[in-house]
Nanobody, 117 residues
């Protein structure tokens, strides 16, 4: 299984970023996919999940801090998972990982997001 994240960077507060994750080596259409994050000195933190039910509009769930600002999505034809982040805050600074599980045990190498003025 390979999970490769991209799209991180440095933005000012209030800015936006789109993270991408290329997935291979598993039956992607049948697997829920998560985003988790880890800020410096803190534990991994679950961000969002996108389900598999309904090829056109799978269910999504978000942590409280992500609700209303982040949008998770997937493209089953491209084996891709996305996390659109808007209205970013300094406390969103972290390394973001896509993962097969909510605990982030099976995750990629991550992509760094830094929010500062």
């Amino acid at each position: 299984v390979q999970l490769v994240e991209s799209g991180g960077g440095s933005v000012q507060p209030g800015g936006s970023l789109m993270l991408s994750c290329a997935v291979s080596g598993l039956p992607f259409r049948r697997v829920r996919m998560h985003w988790v994050r880890q800020a410096p000195g803190k534990d991994l933190e679950w961000v969002a999940v996108v389900g598999t039910e309904g090829s056109d509009s799978p269910y999504t769930r978000y942590s409280d801090f992500a609700q209303g600002r982040f949008t998770i999505s997937r493209d089953n034809d491209k084996n891709m998972v996305y996390l659109q982040m808007s209205n970013l805050k300094p406390e969103d600074t972290a390394r973001y990982y896509c993962a097969r599980d909510a605990a982030g045990i099976n995750r990629g190498q991550g992509t760094q997001v830094t929010v500062s003025s």
